[in-house]
C-alpha cells in the first residue's frame, strides 16, 4: 500500500499526518510502528489519522498512535498540527472545527498570527478518572506519593484525556528523566500507563518542561504533558492564570481559570504548526 503523508511539528514534538478522509486507510499497530520508525520508516513521534466524524457535533474524527504502535487517547500539539492540516488541505474552511479522539470533542482554532490554539477540556482531577490506583495512599496536597526504584516520590496526578504524573524539580536539565520515566510509565498503579513530566517553576508565568511520554519516550514537546504541568503549577498556588512553557523544542502557552469550579473549566493551549514536508511511502498490504 502506498501512502502520502504530511510531516509536520509543534514545537518540536513531530507527526506523520494521513488523509483519511478522501481515503480510508487501515493504520493498525504494525502499520503505525514501521512509519513511525526514524531509520526505516518516515520517522515520528505520533502518526495522526485525519477521518470523517461519525457524530453530528463534530466536524472530523482523530486519531493518533505512538511511535510503540499503541493507539492513544490525546494529542495536544498533534491537534494544532490537525487544524493547520485540514485547512491548508481544503478539508474545511472553518478556521475552528470541532474533532472527536477517543477522549472526547476537542475544539482547535486557527490564529490570526498563524499559531493554533485548542480547547482541551477540563482536567480530570479524580484517580479513578486518569486511572491511577490509590488504594492505600493518603495524597498529601494534590501531591500523590510514588514508589520508584526503592525510593518515594511524590506526583501530581491528572488526566487531560491521556494520563499524567507531574513532578516539580529545581533543574529539568538534571531531572532523571531517562532513567525514571520508564519506570513512571509502567508503574503498576497506572493501568493504562501515563506520561511523566517535570517541570521547573521559573517565575508565576513562567516554566520549563520535559515529559517522557508513553509510547514514544522523551520528546521534544508534549502539549496535553505542558497543559498537566499548568494546572498543577495552578492548583497549588505557584503560577497564574496565563503561563509561557518553554520545552526543548519551542515555546507553548497555556490558560487555565481554575478556582471553585476547576473540574469544569477548560484549558487553553496555544502554540505553533508547522508542516516540514510532503511524501510517500510504500507499506505492506
Request: charged share 30%; hydrophobic share 35%.
Amino acid at each position: 500500500m502506498r501512502l502520502k503523508f504530511t510531516k509536520m511539528q509543534g514545537a518540536g514534538n513531530d507527526f506523520v499526518v494521513l488523509d483519511g478522509v478522501s481515503r480510508t486507510l487501515d493504520i493498525g499497530p504494525e502499520r503505525a510502528k514501521r512509519i513511525a520508525d526514524r531509520h526505516f520508516g518516515v520517522g515520528c513521534d505520533q502518526i495522526l489519522l485525519v477521518e470523517k466524524s461519525q457524530r453530528s457535533d463534530a466536524d472530523f474524527r482523530y486519531r493518533i498512535w505512538n511511535s510503540d504502535g499503541g493507539e492513544v487517547e490525546q494529542c495536544g500539539n498533534g491537534a494544532r498540527c490537525f487544524v493547520r492540516f485540514v485547512h491548508d488541505k481544503g478539508l474545511t474552511r472553518k478556521r475552528e472545527i470541532r474533532v472527536e479522539t477517543l477522549s472526547g470533542i476537542i475544539a482547535p482554532r486557527l490564529e490570526a498570527d498563524g499559531e493554533v490554539s485548542v480547547d482541551m477540556g477540563a482536567p480530570r482531577l479524580a484517580p479513578e478518572e486518569v486511572p491511577f490506583d490509590a488504594g492505600g495512599l493518603d495524597p498529601i496536597g494534590t501531591r500523590w506519593p510514588l514508589e520508584v526504584a526503592g525510593r518515594t516520590i511524590r506526583v501530581a496526578v491528572l488526566s487531560m484525556g491521556n494520563p499524567h504524573a507531574v513532578q516539580t524539580v529545581e533543574d529539568v536539565d538534571t531531572a532523571p528523566v531517562a532513567a525514571q520515566g520508564p519506570l513512571i510509565e509502567r508503574h503498576a498503579r497506572f493501568p493504562k500507563r501515563t506520561n511523566a513530566g517535570y517541570m521547573q517553576v521559573l517565575d508565576r508565568s513562567s516554566v520549563r518542561l520535559r515529559v517522557w511520554e508513553r509510547g514514544a519516550g522523551e520528546t521534544l514537546a508534549c502539549g496535553t504533558g505542558a497543559c498537566a504541568a499548568v494546572v498543577t503549577g495552578i492548583r497549588e498556588g505557584l503560577l497564574d492564570e496565563r503561563v509561557r512553557v518553554e520545552t526543548r523544542g519551542g515555546r507553548l502557552t497555556i490558560r487555565w481559570g481554575g478556582g471553585e469550579n476547576e473540574r469544569d473549566r477548560s484549558v487553553w493551549m496555544t502554540g505553533p504548526a508547522v508542516t516540514v514536508f510532503e511524501g510517500e511511502i510504500e507499506i505492506e498490504s
